[in-house]
């Protein structure tokens, strides 16, 4: 029988490997909503298509998703930039709100037209790694997929930081970030620029919808809990983060493998939100500090 | 300022009027039958797979003639998943539409809510999947229910261990849903009345990707029995998740529902090899010994490509049964109607006999099924079983 | 000038409550009673999100707070009534503790912590089934016996004439002008006096006031609920669009954003069928794009049509140096 010790180390470990995925959703959402100031409730709307996309490449090919996950991303770039120079563009001087609402009435579009397109019903797929185990000791045990889908997110991550601080693109967005209104006199073209960072922010969310698939399953509302994750991964990143939004995710995985375990699993969601309203009372500029994306 | 004035009033009349038109029922050339089902929202799954179980029978009864010498029309409304829509569903259909009798909704919480309404417009309502208790607790002469509550699965799922080795302790898991906590409700007062020592009860959010704390909590109160109450998807990551922690009880039962699907012990759509040994309640299989099962099941796998679940064997049935009941009496208006279903007495429909009691309510068998070698054999009762029980459940560490 | 939004409504109220006289069938009536609740709450929204500009998304806190007031109440064996009033009372509380947190944040800050909170409750609401009943329900008693649909009807009629009243009454006053002014600018409304919390808390309290009363009468129509029906996400969306759509910060705004949006819903639901959704979201994208000030903004400034005094411009503030900006955008003071 496993001591409280070893248990509590599965519990943890098991955080990390989900809250690695919510770091990547999170890292995407707070890089639109450092550049932008965008609340985009479409991000989980873009998740699923993801996840669709890679779906639908696995039943006619058969390509595992952790190989052909960069189609899911290049697709939701494309969506995203569409979306940022068609639909949030023009109504950029708009309150806050109104983009809010607008981004509401996309997701409510894509995800009903997921329902019309593959039906309501369920898919999951099924790959050989799915059964490998890797054990640790003899208590502690990690499913192979989840320890697959935590290194890409790891490298996802590393790279979109490097982006960020290290191209003329990161240096771009982060001037935008700064001062939105400065940012053109030094011939930054601000537009492009956000729509691109809106496009990355989005393949962020498909990519985490393909490295998804395996382990969990698929209907037309899956992003649902994911985005409003992210929007707690943001606060507790602070400030549109996108280090402090990575960190954010893998915590809030431990946080809420600890609460099943500690407390019940039907509170993990709620101590999420719990989390979420002490930090913005206490430390509303985040956990990680006043840092910038 | 006065036109702009007039325009509005117009055109918010019009709006309004317009918002609330039907489709004329009643007279015409075709029988219409008002349906209340989940198309879109949380349950829209489930809802679709009634309304391809509805469409089946919609399309035997018409190729027989219809009913009363006219084709049937089904008048679908969606609920949306949501109750207060399946209210408002039913006035829809019953005082615009003017349909005789209503069948549905999908969930317990939106049948629940529409029982006090069709009640109230007396208008029968036959019942297809809600299975919590407190449907069927006003016991209204106008409701009527096909499939078996939560409250005789637990019955049922006591019987069949209590004289298969008669454990002691139970853990429940279940799903933070009314489906999971009527049966939760369910079983914890009949495992108390029957003596058993319940030494957790665990609700899960569904849907997630991680239950593997979850279940480290069951597997520190060594319940010898497990009973789970999850839809497919939560059942098969459970059972996944089970054989990676070593969670080793002497029975994994179960409600039925995602334990019971026809895709469950299939590795692709399924938990596939972690489902051996598993106990389910069942309502119904395709591989059932009832006539018209098979073809039922032909009929859903051509049409949509996959097997039903009993929840589109229940839709199917229950528009089969209220047909029959009309054609017998040639009843066409609701209170007829309503007598008609009272009087209904089935012996053999692809869904078992049917004949509903004083409450309304269709004394159907639950059996209880084992996944054995990949397939569900019926166990439970005796008279019923085609094999013999495997228990205890062989450790994981030690099955191949 | 009398304001031609006031008589429209008034004119369009008056009006409203011949109806059930000619259109006696539960159905259509269920549709408007609907209509008329969410234009009571958006009007009640409006208070909070339009008038003192704080994106609220989580106002179904208080509407299923009231409801739940009222089922909670009454299964302790408080007469109906008297729980419906309980359950504003406790709505109004949770209003004070929410907004006590929340109003020290802003913009979208503001707006994810509502969401938090009516989150919280939802999930509590859900997981304590002993208490709440979970999510196989509640019994809710009815508040009227006879002929109950017509009379839940009027009810609503009565409280979107009662809200519309007390907005039109705050938007004159002085603590009207006070709202607007915070929302336009915070800071500079703070340097000249305006006790900003003080203003938001009281706006909250009385928009979470209306909307608790408003669950409660919903929750009594139904006879039954959940949690998932009273304090889901989808009923403060639906709130805040139809304010929004409507117009948000406008008198008349809420009472055709309901009209329109929730006649348009249903219409869409019996034409559509699976597909009325995605059409329900293609109209909130058209309108965003083509009616950013909402519809009685829009038709207001485009069309000349409600024309009253010069309506206050609903802009988004100019910005100030970067690190104020920074500090600024999370905190409120």
Redesign the interface.
């Known amino acids: 029988m496993a001591n409280w010790f070893d248990v509590a180390l599965q519990a943890i470990i098991n955080g990390l490997l989900t809250g690695a995925l919510y770091a990547l959703i999170g890292m995407g959402m707070a890089l639109i909503f450092g550049v932008m100031r965008i609340v985009n409730f479409a991000h989980g709307a873009f998740l699923m298509m993801g996840m669709y996309a890679t779906y639908v490449v696995f039943q006619a090919t058969g390509i595992s998703p952790y190989y052909q996950f960069p189609v899911a991303g290049l697709l939701l770039f494309v969506v995203g930039y569409a979306t940022y120079m068609g639909l949030l563009r023009p109504i950029r001087g708009q309150v806050d709100f109104m983009v809010i609402l607008l981004t509401m009435g996309l997701a409510l579009i894509l995800v009903d037209g997921a329902q019309l397109v593959f039906g309501a019903d369920y898919h999951q797929i099924n790959i050989p790694l799915l059964s490998r185990n890797i054990r640790l000791g003899s208590q502690i045990s990690i499913n192979a997929p989840w320890l697959v889908s935590f290194a890409i997110a790891a490298v996802l991550a590393c790279v979109l930081y490097w982006v960020v601080t290290h191209t003329m693109f990161g240096r771009a967005a982060r001037a935008i970030a700064q001062n939105p209104y400065a940012a053109p006199l030094t011939g930054i073209n601000v537009n492009r620029i956000q729509a691109a960072a809106f496009g990355i922010g989005s393949a962020a969310a498909g990519i985490a919808g393909a490295l998804l698939l395996p382990v969990f399953y698929l209907f037309p509302d899956v992003g649902n809990q994911f985005k409003l994750k992210s929007f707690v991964m943001v606060v507790l990143g602070g400030m549109g983060s996108i280090q402090g939004a990575a960190i954010a995710g893998l915590v809030l995985g431990v946080v809420e493998s600890l609460t099943s375990l500690y407390w019940g699993n039907e509170w993990a969601l709620a101590v999420d939100f719990v989390l979420f309203i002490l930090v913005l009372s206490l430390k509303p500029s985040g956990i990680f500090g006043s840092q910038r994306a | 300022m006065k036109r702009s004035l007039i325009l509005f009033l117009v055109g918010v009349s019009v709006l309004v009027l317009t918002s609330c038109k039907g489709s004329k029922g009643g007279g015409g050339n075709t029988f219409k039958i008002g349906v209340v089902t989940s198309l879109t929202g949380s349950n829209a799954a489930f809802g679709q797979a009634h309304k391809n179980g509805y469409t089946i029978a919609l399309e035997e009864i018409n190729a027989k003639g219809g009913l009363l010498g006219k084709q049937i029309e089904l008048d679908y409304y969606d609920d949306q998943s949501r109750p207060d829509q399946a209210v408002q569903g039913v006035s829809k259909l019953v005082d615009q539409d003017r349909v005789p009798i209503v069948l549905g909704a999908y969930s317990s919480e939106s049948t629940r809510a529409i029982v006090p309404v069709v009640t109230q417009k007396q208008v029968p309502l036959v019942i297809p999947t809600a299975v919590a208790d407190n449907v069927m607790e006003s016991g209204s002469p106008w409701v009527f229910r096909i499939c078996a509550g939560s409250g005789s699965f637990a019955a049922a799922t006591l019987d069949f261990l209590k004289n298969n080795g008669d454990p002691r302790t139970l853990a429940i898991v279940y799903e933070n849903t009314n489906f999971g906590q009527a049966n939760n409700k369910s079983m914890t007062e009949a495992s108390k009345a029957a003596g058993l020592n319940l030494v957790d009860s665990e609700a899960y959010q569904a849907s997630s990707p991680d239950y593997k704390s979850l279940l480290q909590r069951v597997k520190g109160k060594t319940p010898e029995v497990i009973y789970f109450a999850s839809y497919l998807l939560d059942a098969s990551t459970l059972m996944r998740q089970a054989e990676q922690l070593s969670l080793n009880p002497k029975y994994y039962t179960s409600a039925g529902t995602g334990f019971a699907a026809a895709e469950f012990p299939t590795p692709d759509k399924g938990a596939g090899k972690y489902a051996e040994y598993t106990f389910s309640v069942s309502q119904w299989l395709p591989s059932a010994k009832w006539k018209g099962s098979a073809e039922f099941d032909q009929k859903f796998f051509k049409l949509t490509g996959s097997h039903p679940a009993y929840h589109a064997m229940e839709a199917y049935a229950v528009l089969l049964v209220a047909a029959a009941a009309i054609d017998n009496s040639k009843a066409d208006q609701p209170t007829t109607i309503r007598d008609a279903i009272k009087q209904v007495s089935l012996p053999e429909t692809p869904f078992g006999p049917v004949k509903f009691d004083a409450r309304g309510q269709n004394q159907h068998p639950v059996l209880i099924t084992q996944v054995q070698s990949g397939q569900y054999k019926v166990v439970w009762p005796p008279d019923a079983a085609e094999s013999k029980p495997i228990i205890p459940t062989p450790e994981w560490s030690k099955r191949q | 000038m009398k304001n031609?939004q006031i008589?429209?409504a008034a004119?369009?109220l008056v009006?409203a409550l011949f109806v059930p006289l000619f259109?006696p069938?539960?159905?259509?009536l269920?549709?408007?009673f609907?209509?008329f609740l969410f234009a009571a709450l958006g009007l009640a929204w409006n208070l909070v999100?339009g008038y003192a500009g704080q994106?609220s998304l989580g106002h179904a806190a208080y509407f299923g707070v009231g409801a739940y007031g009222l089922a909670l109440f009454s299964r302790l064996g408080i007469s109906p009534w008297a729980s419906v009033l309980l359950g504003v009372v406790m709505a109004v509380i949770s209003a004070a503790m929410i907004g006590k947190?929340?109003f020290?944040?802003r913009?979208?800050?503001f707006?994810?912590?509502t969401?938090?909170?009516a989150?919280?409750l939802r999930?509590?609401a859900?997981?304590l089934?002993n208490v709440t009943g979970?999510?196989?329900?509640v019994q809710v008693p009815a508040l009227f016996m006879q002929s109950a649909?017509r009379s839940f009807y009027w009810a609503g009629v009565l409280l979107t004439a009662f809200a519309f009243g007390l907005t039109a009454w705050i938007e004159r006053s002085r603590f009207g002008y006070y709202l607007m002014a915070i929302r336009e600018d915070q800071d500079t409304a703070l340097s000249v006096g305006v006790n900003a919390s003080r203003c938001k808390l009281w706006a909250l309290l009385i928009s979470a006031a209306i909307t608790g009363l408003g669950g409660a009468l919903?929750a009594s129509m139904?006879?039954?609920?959940?949690p998932?029906?009273v304090l889901a996400m989808e009923i403060s969306?639906e709130i805040?669009?139809v304010a929004?759509?409507g117009g948000?910060g406008t008198l008349l705004g809420p009472l055709?954003g309901s009209?329109?949006l929730e006649?348009?819903a249903?219409?869409f639901?019996?034409i559509f069928?699976?597909?009325?959704?995605?059409i329900?979201?293609?109209?909130?994208?058209l309108v965003?794009?083509f009616m950013?000030e909402g519809i009685v903004g829009t038709l207001t400034s485009k069309?000349g049509?409600?024309k009253k005094a010069p309506p206050v411009p609903?802009?988004?503030p100019l910005?100030v140096t970067?690190e104020e900006e920074?500090?600024r955008?999370?905190?409120s003071e």
Do not use: W
């Open positions: 031609p008589i429209i004119i369009f009006a259109v069938t539960d159905y259509t269920q549709v408007l609907r209509v999100g994106l947190v929340s020290r944040l913009g979208p800050y707006a994810l912590c969401i938090a909170f989150e919280v999930l509590v859900k997981n089934p979970g999510d196989v329900g649909t919903y139904f006879l039954f609920i959940v998932d029906q969306t805040a669009i929004m759509l948000a055709l009209v329109v006649t348009a249903e219409t639901k019996n069928k699976e597909a009325h959704l995605l329900y979201g293609v109209l909130i994208v965003v794009l950013p069309l049509l409600f609903f802009a988004a910005p970067a920074a500090q955008a999370a905190v």
